[in-house]
C-alpha cells in the first residue's frame, strides 16, 4: 500500500505526464504512427530514417531541429509540431529500446 | 467510460507500468506478446486494404494469442497508393501488388471470400460461400462503393467496359493504361471527378498529371480534360495549378463545377456542355462499402459509418469497428491508404484491451501523409496530424502542424516510393 501512495504521489507530481502514464501501451501506440514511413517499430527501408535502437535523447534532439527549423525538411517540421514534448519523449523511448533489424 | 474508471480507480500495476514507459523505461519487451495460452478471443476483419491488413498484423504482434481472420475477395493486394504511376506507364501492376503470404506466417487465417451478412446479435458474419464466422469482435475496412444510379448510363458504361473508374486498383487500373496506350495521338482523355468526399482527394489530380506526362512525349497532339465537380482543386491546389501550369500547359484542361449528369458511349454529359472522349475515365460518387450499409452502420447522409473513434467503433453498433474511408471523416481527415492504416492501429490496440477488459488509451493520435507525383519523379506531399479531443469526442487537427510542400521535388519523389515500401510492410510483411 505505502508504494502504491509513493507510486500515485509521484505520478501526480509529473503533472501533464501522469495522465499519459496511466496509459502503459501509450508509447508503443504513439510509435505506430510512424510506421507509415518509418516502418514497424522504427525498421525502415529505403530513403527513410531508421528510429529502431537510436539513443532517445538523439531522436528528441532531432525532433526540435526540425520543429525550429534548424533541420530543415521536407515533412517532418510539419509533422513533428502535431506532437506534444511528452508524446515525442514517450516515442523516443520507444523507438530507443527496439531492436534495429539487420 | 471505461478511461474514466482508470483515472478514478487506477491500478497500482498500471500506474507502475505508465510511469516506467513515461521514464523511459520502454517495456518493449511486452510489446510483441506471446502466442502461448488460451486465446482472449476472435477478431473476424471483413477487407484486406490498408485499414483491415494492418489490423490483423497488429492484432497478432500486439495482442500474443488473438485469433484472426481476415477475408479478402481478392487472391492479393493490389495498392491504390501508386497505382497512378502504373496509369502513367511508369510502374507495371505487378510493382503495385502484395501477397497475404506475410499475414499468413504471422498466424492469421487469409480467407478469400466475400461476407454478404452480418448478424451483429448472434455475432458472425457469412460468406457468400455459404460459411459462416463467429467472432468476439468484428472489423469492417470495406473501403468504398460506387454510387454509379446518380449518373445516367454509368453502369452500363462501367459494365460494359468501354468506360473504367480505375478508382479500386487492379483490373481497372490495367483497363485504363491499356484505352490510354490504344488512344490515337490527338485524342481526348476525359476525366470526371465527383464532388467530395471521395476515396483520395489529391488521387485524381495525381492522374490528369500522370495521363498528360505520357501523353506529352507519347502523343504530344493529345488533350486531358479534368471536369471536376468541385469548385475547385480540393488537395494541394497551388502544388497542382502550378504543375499543370509548368509541365503540361496546351494538355490539360481543368474545368471546376463540371458534375456530370449522363454518359452515353464515350460521351459524357454536363449541365452546359456535351464531352466527347477518346478514353473517358469516370471516378463515381462514392460510398461506404456495401458490406457497412448490409450490417446497418451507414448513419450519416445516407453515405458513412458515423464512429466512436475512441475505439474505431461504429456508432450504431458496439464490437463492430470500421475503418478508412467508409467512416464519416473527422474533421480535415482525408479518406486515404495511409490513414486506414492509422486507424488499423488505434482499433487493434483498443480491440486487445477490451478483449482483455482492460480500458482503452483516451489519447489516440493518428496522422496522415499523402504523396502525389505532378511528373515521373517529382512529387508534392500533404501531411496532417489528429490528436483525440476528449471534450468533443473527435479527432481534430493540431493547429501550426502539418502542411503542403514548399513545392514539387525529386527528394520526395523518393520519399514516396520509400513511403509505399514501408507502408506496404508495415500492413503485410
Given at each position: 500500500?505505502?508504494?502504491?501512495?509513493?507510486?500515485?504521489?509521484?505520478?501526480?507530481?509529473?503533472?501533464?505526464?501522469?495522465?499519459?502514464?496511466?496509459?502503459?501501451?501509450?508509447?508503443?501506440?504513439?510509435?505506430?504512427?510512424?510506421?507509415?514511413?518509418?516502418?514497424?517499430?522504427?525498421?525502415?527501408?529505403?530513403?527513410?530514417?531508421?528510429?529502431?535502437?537510436?539513443?532517445?535523447?538523439?531522436?528528441?534532439?532531432?525532433?526540435?531541429?526540425?520543429?525550429?527549423?534548424?533541420?530543415?525538411?521536407?515533412?517532418?517540421?510539419?509533422?513533428?509540431?502535431?506532437?506534444?514534448?511528452?508524446?515525442?519523449?514517450?516515442?523516443?523511448?520507444?523507438?530507443?529500446?527496439?531492436?534495429?533489424?539487420? | 467510460?471505461?478511461?474514466?474508471?482508470?483515472?478514478?480507480?487506477?491500478?497500482?500495476?498500471?500506474?507502475?507500468?505508465?510511469?516506467?514507459?513515461?521514464?523511459?523505461?520502454?517495456?518493449?519487451?511486452?510489446?510483441?506478446?506471446?502466442?502461448?495460452?488460451?486465446?482472449?478471443?476472435?477478431?473476424?476483419?471483413?477487407?484486406?486494404?490498408?485499414?483491415?491488413?494492418?489490423?490483423?498484423?497488429?492484432?497478432r504482434m500486439w495482442g500474443g494469442n488473438v485469433d484472426v481472420t481476415l477475408v479478402e475477395r481478392?487472391?492479393?493486394?493490389?495498392?491504390?497508393?501508386?497505382?497512378?504511376?502504373?496509369?502513367?506507364?511508369?510502374?507495371?501492376?505487378?510493382?503495385?501488388?502484395?501477397?497475404?503470404?506475410?499475414?499468413?506466417?504471422?498466424?492469421?487465417?487469409?480467407?478469400?471470400?466475400?461476407?454478404?451478412?452480418?448478424?451483429?446479435?448472434s455475432k458472425k458474419v457469412r460468406l457468400a460461400s455459404g460459411a459462416e464466422l463467429p467472432f468476439d469482435r468484428l472489423v469492417l475496412s470495406p473501403g468504398v462503393?460506387?454510387?454509379?444510379?446518380?449518373?445516367?448510363?454509368?453502369?452500363?458504361?462501367?459494365?460494359?467496359?468501354?468506360?473504367?473508374?480505375?478508382?479500386?486498383?487492379?483490373?481497372?487500373?490495367?483497363?485504363?493504361?491499356?484505352?490510354?496506350?490504344?488512344?490515337?495521338?490527338?485524342?481526348?482523355?476525359?476525366?470526371?471527378?465527383?464532388?467530395?468526399?471521395?476515396?483520395?482527394?489529391?488521387?485524381?489530380?495525381?492522374?490528369?498529371?500522370?495521363?498528360?506526362?505520357?501523353?506529352?512525349?507519347?502523343?504530344?497532339?493529345?488533350?486531358?480534360?479534368?471536369?471536376?465537380?468541385?469548385?475547385?482543386?480540393?488537395?494541394?491546389?497551388?502544388?497542382?495549378?502550378?504543375?499543370?501550369?509548368?509541365?503540361?500547359?496546351?494538355?490539360?484542361?481543368?474545368?471546376?463545377?463540371?458534375?456530370?449528369?449522363?454518359?452515353?458511349?464515350?460521351?459524357?454529359?454536363?449541365?452546359?456542355?456535351?464531352?466527347?472522349?477518346?478514353?473517358?475515365?469516370?471516378?463515381?460518387?462514392?460510398?461506404?462499402?456495401?458490406?457497412?450499409?448490409?450490417?446497418?452502420?451507414?448513419?450519416?447522409?445516407?453515405?458513412?459509418?458515423?464512429?466512436?473513434?475512441?475505439?474505431?467503433?461504429?456508432?450504431?453498433?458496439?464490437?463492430?469497428?470500421?475503418?478508412?474511408?467508409?467512416?464519416?471523416?473527422?474533421?480535415?481527415?482525408?479518406?486515404?491508404?495511409?490513414?486506414?492504416?492509422?486507424?488499423?492501429?488505434?482499433?487493434?490496440?483498443?480491440?486487445?484491451?477490451?478483449?482483455?477488459?482492460?480500458?482503452?488509451?483516451?489519447?489516440?493520435?493518428?496522422?496522415?501523409?499523402?504523396?502525389?507525383?505532378?511528373?515521373?519523379?517529382?512529387?508534392?506531399?500533404?501531411?496532417?496530424?489528429?490528436?483525440?479531443?476528449?471534450?468533443?469526442?473527435?479527432?481534430?487537427?493540431?493547429?501550426?502542424?502539418?502542411?503542403?510542400?514548399?513545392?514539387?521535388?525529386?527528394?520526395?519523389?523518393?520519399?514516396?516510393?520509400?513511403?509505399?515500401?514501408?507502408?506496404?510492410?508495415?500492413?503485410?510483411?
Open positions: 500500500m505505502k508504494l502504491w501512495k509513493t507510486t500515485a504521489a509521484l505520478a501526480l507530481l509529473a503533472g501533464p505526464a501522469a495522465v499519459l502514464a496511466q496509459d502503459a501501451h501509450l508509447a508503443r501506440n504513439l510509435a505506430a504512427t510512424c510506421a507509415n514511413c518509418h516502418g514497424t517499430n522504427g525498421n525502415a527501408r529505403g530513403e527513410m530514417k531508421p528510429l529502431a535502437g537510436l539513443q532517445a535523447d538523439k531522436i528528441i534532439a532531432m525532433i526540435n531541429d526540425y520543429r525550429s527549423g534548424a533541420q530543415p525538411a521536407t515533412i517532418m517540421h510539419q509533422i513533428s509540431k502535431g506532437y506534444t514534448d511528452e508524446q515525442i519523449k514517450l516515442i523516443a523511448g520507444y523507438f530507443a529500446a527496439q531492436k534495429p533489424k539487420q | 467510460m471505461n478511461t474514466m474508471q482508470t483515472k478514478l480507480h487506477p491500478s497500482r500495476r498500471r500506474l507502475l507500468a505508465g510511469a516506467a514507459a513515461a521514464s523511459g523505461l520502454a517495456l518493449a519487451g511486452c510489446a510483441t506478446g506471446g502466442a502461448s495460452g488460451p486465446s482472449i478471443g476472435r477478431v473476424v476483419i471483413v477487407g484486406g486494404g490498408f485499414g483491415g491488413a494492418t489490423t490483423a498484423r497488429y492484432l481478392n487472391a492479393s493486394f493490389v495498392s491504390c497508393p501508386m497505382s497512378n504511376l502504373v496509369v502513367g506507364g511508369y510502374k507495371q501492376i505487378g510493382d503495385i501488388t502484395r501477397s497475404y503470404e506475410g499475414l499468413k506466417a504471422m498466424g492469421v487465417k487469409v480467407m478469400q471470400g466475400e461476407v454478404v451478412a452480418v448478424d451483429v446479435g462503393d460506387f454510387m454509379n444510379d446518380q449518373v445516367g448510363g454509368l453502369t452500363a458504361a462501367l459494365d460494359s467496359g468501354r468506360v473504367v473508374h480505375g478508382w479500386k486498383a487492379g483490373p481497372q487500373t490495367v483497363a485504363l493504361r491499356k484505352q490510354l496506350m490504344d488512344m490515337p495521338d490527338g485524342g481526348v482523355f476525359a476525366m470526371s471527378i465527383p464532388k467530395a468526399p471521395y476515396r483520395c482527394p489529391p488521387g485524381p489530380y495525381e492522374r490528369a498529371c500522370m495521363v498528360a506526362s505520357y501523353l506529352k512525349t507519347a502523343k504530344p497532339k493529345s488533350k486531358v480534360l479534368v471536369l471536376d465537380a468541385n469548385p475547385e482543386i480540393t488537395s494541394k491546389k497551388g502544388l497542382f495549378e502550378r504543375a499543370f501550369a509548368q509541365h503540361y500547359a496546351g494538355i490539360i484542361e481543368y474545368r471546376p463545377n463540371a458534375e456530370l449528369r449522363e454518359v452515353s458511349g464515350t460521351v459524357a454529359k454536363f449541365e452546359f456542355e456535351d464531352v466527347k472522349a477518346d478514353v473517358l475515365n469516370v471516378i463515381p460518387p462514392q460510398r461506404a462499402g456495401d458490406i457497412a450499409r448490409t450490417a446497418g452502420l451507414v448513419n450519416v447522409n445516407n453515405r458513412w459509418v458515423g464512429m466512436d473513434w475512441l475505439t474505431m467503433e461504429a456508432s450504431a453498433a458496439k464490437g463492430i469497428h470500421v475503418l478508412g474511408d467508409a467512416t464519416f471523416s473527422a474533421p480535415a481527415m482525408p479518406k486515404s491508404g495511409h490513414m486506414a492504416n492509422q486507424h488499423a492501429k488505434v482499433a487493434a490496440a483498443a480491440i486487445i484491451q477490451l478483449l482483455k477488459g482492460e480500458p482503452v488509451s483516451a489519447t489516440p493520435v493518428v496522422m496522415n501523409t499523402c504523396y502525389s507525383f505532378v511528373t515521373a519523379k517529382d512529387v508534392v506531399h500533404v501531411a496532417s496530424v489528429h490528436q483525440y479531443d476528449t471534450k468533443d469526442k473527435t479527432f481534430k487537427t493540431v493547429p501550426g502542424s502539418g502542411g503542403v510542400s514548399a513545392a514539387a521535388n525529386q527528394v520526395e519523389g523518393r520519399y514516396a516510393l520509400s513511403w509505399a515500401d514501408n507502408i506496404w510492410d508495415d500492413m503485410l510483411a
